[in-house]
C-alpha cells in the first residue's frame, strides 16, 4: 500500500514537470547577484557565507495584538533554537476598505521584524496576497468579497487590487531584506497555490514584488505534499518547497498517529529540486481545533513531543535543512479574525503555548536545535545504506556528510506508530574501523520516539568515534571541552572517542553506572542514563574532557545559550523553566530567563568566568571543578493581586432595543440590492448578504418590514453563514427562537403574531463565525454571510418588496469607527455600535447587577466592571478570564478587555472556556475594564460564573510591553 502510494506520488511528479518544460536546471536568479547574501545549494541556504539548518518557526503577529509581547516569543523561539521565524501577513488586517491601510499600533508590522531581529532569527515573509492561515477569508480583506472578479486570477481588477495591498506591505518588507541590512532572507509568493491556477496570477505577484524591491529569494510551499507546481516555467520560485500535516487535525483521537512518516521524500527532492535545498515550509507543529471540538489539551497530545521525535526527526533523515514549523507560537484569533473552523484560541498545541508558557514539544525541539546548530557536518550529507540487525522492524536512514568521515544514523520504527521498546545494533563503518554498535549493553529504541546517533565526529579538540546517545550540544570551554548527550532514564548508553595514549587515559566519576575499557587507542564508556545528568571526567586523552549524561527529563532542562554567535560559543545551565540568553561581560555570565519554582541550576562555563548573574540580580553559586558550578535560583514570594469577580460591582443594561417593533431603524442600510458578487446564489431578493452592505465581521442586524394581510401564514428564511454561527428571530418583538445555519419556517403565525391589518417586523441577529477561506482558488471566500430567502407565507405572487429589509452591522461599516482595534473588532450589537465595551463608557445609569447572572435574561445583555491589576516587577503572569457554566441555555458572548475583543464563547459549543488576556492590552499594573455582551440563543439565558487567573507565575526576564493604545468611549468620533 504504502509503495503504490509513492509511485503513485512519483508518477504525478513526473507529470508535472514534462507538461512545464524540461527537468529543473537549478538556481535562477533572475537578474540578482549569484554573490548576494542568500545563495543555496542542494544542501543548504548559505547566508552571508554561512551553511544554515534553516529551522524556523511560524509566527503571527495579528494573533498577539501587543507588539511588546513579539518581542518576548521572539526571545522564547530563539532560546528554543530557532534561527529563523516565518511571519504571514494578514492583509484583512490592515485594511478595512479598498484604498485604506494601516500600520499603526498592534499593526506595526515594524516592530515584528525589530522583535525578530532583537532575538537574531532570520525571517521568512509570506505576504501571500493569500494567506489561509485559518483567518477570516484566508487573509482577504472583507471588502474584497465584493470584487466582481476572481481572486488568485490575473484580471484587471483583482490585478489592481492585489497590487494594492503589495504596495503597501513591500514598503515594510522591502528595507527589511537582508540586502538592505534586516533580516528577511526568503519571500514567499502567495500559499498553497495549486488547484485552479493561472500561472500569469503567480508571475503577476513575482512581478509587483520585485518591482517594488523585493530581492531575497522566492519561495513557494506546495500543498500537503511534492506535487511539483511552480518549479520551473511561468510563475517558478527559486527554492521550491512543500507543506505536510502528516497527523492531520483529529484532536478527538489523541493517540491515534494515522500516516506513516514518509519515506520518498528525499527522491522527491532529488527528482524535484536537486539544485536547491529541500525545504518543509509548513509542517505540523501542532494542530487547530474546531468549535465543538476536543480542545487544545487534546491537540497538544497528538501533537506531542513524541511526534516531534519521530516526525522531525525523520524530515532530517529525509535530507531536509528547512524546516519551519506551523505553528510553533499560534495565539489567539481575536475578535472576528478567525475563519469559521476555528474558535478564539489558536494555540494549535504548538511548541510555545498561547500565553506564551513552555511545553514539552518546546523542550524536545531545543534539544534538535542545539544539536544541529552544534554538529556542522549534519548540515552537508548524503544518503548511504547502513547495517542493522533488526532492519526489519527499526528502519535507519543513513546520512554521510560530504566534507567529512562523520555519519549520522537516524533510527524509527518502520511502523511510526508502534509503542514497542525494541532492541538493534547499527555495524557502524568509521575511519577508526568497523564496529557492531553497541558492543556492550543495549540500543534501545522505544515506541515512538527516534534517535539520531552520530560516528566519526571531530568536535573541539577531540573524535568522537561513536555515541548511542545522542548528542545535544559540545563546546570548548578554555581548558577543557564538554560534551553534553542523552537518552530516555535507564537507557544503556556507550560513548567512544580516540585516545592518544591507552595508558594516560583515566576516567573520574561518582556514578557507578560507569565502565571503561581503552584499546588500541580508543576509549570507550558504558553507563546508563541517570535520572539527572551525570559527569564523566576523562584526562589524558588529550584536552580534558567533560562528558555529561544526561537523562531525558535532565536533558531537556539543559540550555546551550549562545554567547558568540560569530564563534558559536555558548554556555551550558541546567534547570531553568527557560533561559532566554546569556551574555559574557568580562569574567560574569548575564543570564536572562524564568523559573517556575525555587530551582536548583548547574552551570558549566569557561574557567574565566568567576561570576553569574539571573535576570540582572548577582547569584550564588559554588565551583565543582572543571569548569561547572551548581546553585539555586529563589523564586521568592510574589504577590501577584488581581481583583476577585465574584465580588466585583457589575453594571448590567439590556443590548437588544433591535428585538423591539417600535426600534428606529431608519438610519440603517437599505437591503434593496438585487445583485451580488457572492457565489452563493440566493432564492429570493433583495439580497441579504451583510458583505454587499459593507459589513463584514461579528454580529449583524437584519430588520424586515410588511404589511399584514389576512393571507400571511408565516415566513420562511434561510440562513447561510459559516459553522457556528447562530441566528435569533422575533416577530414583533415575540421571541420565535434561536437556530443553527440553514432553513427555517415560521409557520401559523396568523390569528396570533401577525397583525392582519398592520405593519409587522421581523428582526434577527445573525452571530456570524468568519468567512471561508479560498484553498482551491475558485471564490469560496465569496460565501454570503446571511440569508438565501426570505419570504411570507401564504401569499402567491410576491414581489420582491413582499418584506422590506434593513440591514445593520458594526458601526460605520468599511469606514471603521474605531480604526486603532481595526477592522475584526466591533460587529453590529447595539452596544457596540454604543460603545458600551470601551473604557470610560458612562454606565453609571446601568443597574447593578451580579456574575454569575441570577435572573433570566432574553436578547442581548451587557454587563461591565473595572478591575485592578498587580505584577510585581521581574515576574510574569499570563492572565486569563475563565467561564464556569453548567447552564442548559444557550447562550454565546463577546469578552472586551479595555475594548478589545478577546474572546468569544458559545456555552452550547465550546469547547474553549479560557480566555487569554495579554499584557500590553491588560494593563498588568492599574485599571482595566471589563465588558462582556451575552447573546441568549434559547429564549433567555444566564452567564455563570468568571473568573481572572493566571495560567502560572513565573520569575521572568521577560522584556517590557508596553501598554497598546486603547482610544475610551470619548475619544469616538461617529
Ligand atoms: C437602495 O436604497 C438606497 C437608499 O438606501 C438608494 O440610494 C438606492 O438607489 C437603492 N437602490 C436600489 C437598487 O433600489
Ligand atoms: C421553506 O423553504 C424551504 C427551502 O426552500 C422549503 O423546503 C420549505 O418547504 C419551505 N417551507 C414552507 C412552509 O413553505
Ligand atoms: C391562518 O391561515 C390559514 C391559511 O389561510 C387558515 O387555514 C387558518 O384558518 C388561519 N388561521 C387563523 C387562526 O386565522
Not at 66 to 78: R, V
Not at 237 to 250: E, K
Not at 913 to 919: D, R, S
Request: charged share 20%.
Amino acid at each position: 500500500m504504502l509503495l503504490k502510494g509513492v509511485l503513485t506520488s512519483i508518477s504525478l511528479a513526473i507529470t508535472a514537470i514534462t507538461s512545464t518544460s524540461a527537468v529543473p536546471v537549478g538556481h535562477s536568479f533572475e537578474g540578482r547577484q549569484e554573490d548576494g547574501p542568500v545563495t543555496w545549494d542542494t544542501h543548504n541556504l548559505i547566508v552571508n557565507g554561512e551553511r544554515l539548518f534553516l529551522f524556523s518557526g511560524e509566527f503571527h503577529y495579528y494573533r498577539l495584538p501587543s507588539p511588546g509581547l513579539w518581542f518576548d516569543i521572539a526571545e522564547k523561539f530563539k532560546a528554543l533554537e530557532f534561527n529563523g521565524i516565518s511571519f504571514y501577513f494578514d492583509w484583512g488586517y490592515h485594511s478595512p476598505k479598498k484604498g485604506v491601510y494601516d500600520f499603526n499600533g498592534v499593526r506595526n508590522v515594524q516592530k515584528a521584524f525589530d522583535a525578530a531581529k532583537a532575538a537574531d532569527l532570520h525571517v521568512i515573509t509570506r505576504a501571500g496576497p493569500y494567506i489561509n492561515a485559518e483567518v477570516d477569508c484566508g487573509g482577504f480583506p472583507g471588502w474584497l468579497v465584493n470584487q466582481y472578479d476572481m481572486a488568485r486570477k490575473s484580471n484587471p481588477e483583482n490585478d489592481a487590487n492585489s497590487a494594492e495591498w503589495l504596495e503597501a506591505i513591500d514598503k515594510f518588507l522591502v528595507p527589511n531584506q537582508i540586502t538592505k541590512g534586516g533580516n528577511i532572507i526568503l519571500n514567499q509568493i502567495d500559499n498553497e497555490y495549486a488547484d485552479n491556477v493561472d500561472e500569469n496570477y503567480m508571475e503577476m505577484i513575482k512581478n509587483k514584488f520585485k518591482e517594488d524591491g523585493m530581492d531575497v529569494p522566492t519561495i513557494f510551499n506546495d500543498i500537503g505534499s511534492p506535487n511539483g507546481n511552480w518549479i520551473t516555467g511561468p510563475g517558478s520560485v527559486d527554492i521550491y518547497g512543500w507543506d505536510s500535516y502528516p497527523l492531520g487535525f483529529d484532536c478527538a483521537n489523541p493517540t491515534v498517529w494515522q500516516n506513516n512518516r514518509s519515506t520518498h521524500w528525499r527522491d522527491m527532492h532529488e527528482l524535484l529540486n536537486p539544485d536547491q535545498p529541500f525545504a518543509l515550509y509548513e509542517f505540523q507543529g501542532g494542530a487547530f481545533d474546531p468549535w465543538g471540538g476536543p480542545g487544545y489539551d487534546a491537540c497538544r497530545q497528538l501533537v506531542n513531543e513524541q511526534y516531534a521525535k519521530v516526525y522531525y526527526k525523520n524530515n532530517y533523515g529525509q535530507g531536509a535543512t528547512i524546516q519551519n514549523l506551523y505553528m510553533t507560537y499560534g495565539g489567539t484569533s481575536w475578535g472576528g479574525l478567525a475563519k469559521p473552523s476555528v474558535y478564539t484560541s489558536y494555540d494549535y498545541g504548538a511548541p510555545i503555548s498561547e500565553p506564551g508558557l513552555m511545553t514539552p514539544k518546546g523542550y524536545e525541539v531545543k534539544l534538535q536545535g542545539t544539536f544541529f546548530h552544534t554538529v556542522k557536518p549534519f548540515l552537508t550529507t548524503e544518503r548511504f545504506e547502513p547495517k542493522s540487525d533488526n532492519s526489519d522492524i527499526i528502519l535507519i536512514d543513513g546520512l554521510a556528510d560530504v566534507n567529512t568521515n562523520t555519519k549520522f544514523y537516524i533510527a524509527q520504527h518502520w511502523d511510526t506508530a508502534s509503542e514497542e521498546k525494541d532492541e538493534f545494533h547499527i555495524t557502524m563503518e568509521t575511519s577508526d574501523g568497523t564496529f557492531e554498535v553497541p558492543q556492550d549493553g543495549k540500543l534501545i529504541l522505544n515506541g515512538r520516539d527516534a534517535k539520531i546517533l552520530t560516528s566519526d565526529y571531530d568536535f573541539n579538540s577531540h573524535h568522537l568515534v561513536y555515541s548511542t546517545s545522542e548528542i545535544f550540544t559540545h563546546q570548548a570551554m578554555g581548558s577543557h571541552d564538554v560534551i553534553l548527550v542523552y537518552a530516555y532514564e535507564e537507557e544503556d548508553g556507550e560513548f567512544a572517542i580516540k585516545v592518544k595514549n591507552d595508558k594516560r587515559v583515566k576516567v573520574e566519576t561518582e556514578d557507578e553506572s560507569v565502565s571503561h575499557s581503552v584499546d588500541n587507542g580508543i576509549l570507550t564508556l558504558n553507563y546508563k542514563h541517570p535520572d539527572g545528568t551525570t559527569p564523566i571526567y576523562i584526562s589524558g586523552a588529550g584536552k580534558d574532557l567533560l562528558v555529561l549524561v544526561a537523562g531525558y527529563s535532565s536533558a531537556t532542562r539543559w540550555w546551550a545559550p549562545i554567547t558568540d554567535a560569530k564563534k558559536n560559543e555558548r554556555v551550558l545551565i541546567q534547570g531553568p523553566y527557560l533561559v532566554r540568553s546569556a551574555e559574557v561581560k568580562g569574567r560574569t555570565v548575564a543570564f536572562k530567563g524564568d523559573i517556575d519554582e525555587t530551582t536548583d541550576i548547574q552551570i558549566v562555563a569557561p574557567e574565566s568566568i568567576r561570576s553569574f548573574t539571573w535576570n540582572g540580580k548577582e547569584i550564588s553559586m559554588s565551583p565543582t571543578g572543571h569548569g561547572t558550578w551548581s546553585g539555586t535560583l529563589d523564586f521568592g514570594n510574589p504577590e501577584v493581586k488581581y481583583t476577585d469577580l465574584s465580588e466585583a460591582t457589575w453594571k448590567y443594561s439590556p443590548g437588544a432595543p433591535e428585538s423591539q417593533p417600535d426600534f428606529d431603524d431608519s438610519d440603517w442600510i437599505k437591503a434593496n440590492r438585487t445583485k451580488s458578487n457572492s457565489v452563493t446564489i440566493p432564492d429570493t431578493w433583495p439580497i441579504l448578504y451583510a458583505d454587499d452592505y459593507g459589513y463584514h465581521t461579528g454580529n449583524i442586524w437584519f430588520r424586515g418590514t410588511f404589511q399584514g394581510t389576512s393571507q400571511i401564514t408565516g415566513f420562511n428564511l434561510t440562513c447561510h453563514s459559516g459553522a457556528a454561527s447562530a441566528w435569533i428571530v422575533w416577530l414583533n418583538g415575540h421571541y420565535l427562537g434561536g437556530f443553527d445555519v440553514g432553513n427555517q419556517d415560521f409557520t401559523n403565525l396568523n390569528g396570533t403574531l401577525i397583525d392582519p391589518e398592520g405593519e409587522n417586523i421581523i428582526s434577527i441577529l445573525l452571530w456570524t463565525t468568519g468567512h471561508e477561506d479560498d484553498w482551491n482558488a475558485d471564490d469560496n471566500y465569496k460565501q454570503a454571510r446571511g440569508f438565501t430567502k426570505s419570504e411570507l407565507l401564504g401569499v402567491s405572487n410576491q414581489t420582491i418588496w413582499s418584506i422590506d429589509w434593513r440591514i445593520q452591522g458594526n458601526l460605520g461599516g468599511e469606514d471603521l469607527a474605531d480604526p486603532v482595534r481595526g477592522p475584526y473588532n466591533e460587529g453590529g450589537l447595539f452596544g457596540e455600535r454604543n460603545g458600551w465595551h470601551l473604557p470610560g463608557f458612562p454606565d453609571d445609569d446601568w443597574e447593578e447587577a451580579s456574575i454569575p447572572e441570577s435572573e433570566n435574561r432574553t436578547g442581548v445583555s451587557w454587563y461591565r466592571t473595572t478591575f485592578e491589576m498587580d505584577i510585581p516587577q521581574g515576574y510574569d503572569a499570563p492572565m486569563s478570564l475563565r467561564f464556569e457554566d453548567d447552564s442548559k441555555a444557550r447562550y454565546r458572548s463577546l469578552v472586551f478587555l479595555n475594548g478589545w475583543q478577546l474572546g468569544r464563547y458559545a456555552n452550547d459549543l465550546g469547547p474553549q472556556t479560557q480566555y487569554y488576556l495579554p499584557k500590553g492590552i491588560l494593563n498588568t499594573s492599574g485599571e482595566n475594564t471589563l465588558a462582556i455582551a451575552v447573546i441568549a440563543v434559547d429564549e433567555a439565558a444566564q452567564i455563570g460564573k468568571v473568573i481572572l487567573e493566571p495560567y502560572t507565575i513565573l520569575e521572568s526576564g521577560i522584556p517590557e510591553a508596553e501598554l497598546v493604545e486603547s482610544p475610551s468611549y470619548s475619544d469616538r468620533t461617529q
